[in-house]
């Protein structure tokens, strides 16, 4: 079956544009997570929503960045006024709950 | 304290040889762990879960601790093909935290 999918792959511009970066999960999968990963380093948690209940936002590193998850499956993470620090992979994932992670191919953010 | 301790590495081994990689837990409550490898410029692909009574696919062993709070890792009998970084993971119910991963190198 299909997995996680994102959009962009790739994703180049200029900084303080603003950017969306899309996410489509396992379809039936209530849990989705947002991470970012700079090159050589860890998974950086960002956001989590499950089900209905209200986003976990506590690894949102400004108020710049945002997301939301519409009809309980696909999300949108949007980062506004984007820095240079910003650049890295933006990975997505998602599960059933209390279930393995399923990652997307993740999109490569780079702010020039 | 970090939810999820991981040795970063790196770990360089033989061909042939057994290696394990350990990773620490801080909550108790933890009731899935998971170990995931993840390739250069590549998305953390799930490679086993661990259960409580350990688990074995191929050359590949997960165990779990529970009284010391720790999962763990045993690839045997090692291959080129599994140089890569190897993250573990940690449920204790509301979301995953992961280790910041332990790199594989296998020389030849």
């Known amino acids: 079956g299909a997995g996680v999918s994102q959009s962009p792959s790739n994703k180049v511009t200029e900084k303080g544009k603003d950017v969306e970066l899309r996410c489509d999960p396992i379809s039936g999968h209530t849990a989705l997570y947002w991470y970012r990963q700079s090159l050589g380093q860890g998974l950086e948690f960002l956001i989590y929503f499950q089900g209905n209940s209200a986003p976990d936002k506590s690894g949102l590193p400004s108020d710049r960045f945002s997301a939301e998850r519409t009809g309980g499956s696909v999300s949108t993470l949007t980062i506004q006024r984007t820095q240079q620090e910003d650049s890295a992979v933006y990975l997505c994932?998602?599960?059933?709950?209390?279930?393995?992670?399923?990652f997307g191919p993740g999109t490569r953010l780079l702010v020039l | 304290r970090k939810e999820v301790e991981q040795d970063p590495g790196p770990f360089n081994v033989p061909e042939g040889a057994t290696v394990a990689f350990n990773c620490t837990y801080s909550?108790?409550?933890?009731?899935?762990f998971f170990w995931y490898r993840q390739d250069c410029r590549k998305e953390p692909k799930l490679l086993m879960s661990v259960y409580s009574s350990g688990n074995e696919d191929g050359r590949f062993t997960a165990q779990l601790n529970r009284a010391s709070q720790y999962i763990s890792l045993l690839i045997r009998d090692s291959k080129l093909s599994d140089s890569a970084t190897y993250l573990c993971a940690v449920n204790p119910g509301n979301q995953f935290y992961f280790g910041t991963g332990t790199s594989l190198t296998v020389i030849p």
């Open positions: 994932a998602s599960s059933l709950w209390g279930g393995e992670e399923y």
């Open positions: 909550n108790s409550a933890s009731q899935s």
